[in-house]
C-alpha cells in the first residue's frame, strides 16, 4: 500500500460523534482513520469498532442511561 500525502489523510477528532464519523467514513470509502488532537495521533478509530459498540447499545437487555 502507498502512503498519503499528509492533507489527503482523512482523519478524526477525540470529540466527533460517532455516527456522523460513521457516515463520514462511509462516504470516503475508507474502513479506518486516525484519531488526531493537538497535531498528534492520540488513536485510531476503525468502522468495525464502531458498529460494535452501535449494536452493543442496541441489544436487548443493554442498560442506557
Not at 489523510?9 to 488526531?36: C, F, K, S, Y
Not at 493537538?38 to 441489544?59: D, K
Request: proline share 8%; hydrophobic share 45%.
Amino acid at each position: 500500500a502507498a502512503m498519503l500525502p499528509r492533507n489527503q489523510i482523512h482523519w478524526a477528532a477525540p470529540e466527533e460523534p460517532a455516527l456522523g464519523l460513521l457516515q463520514r467514513m462511509q462516504g470516503q470509502d475508507v474502513n479506518q482513520m486516525p484519531v488526531i488532537e493537538g497535531g498528534s495521533v492520540v488513536g485510531m478509530i476503525t468502522r468495525e469498532s464502531i458498529l460494535r459498540v452501535i449494536q452493543m447499545r442496541t441489544a436487548p437487555g443493554h442498560l442506557t442511561s
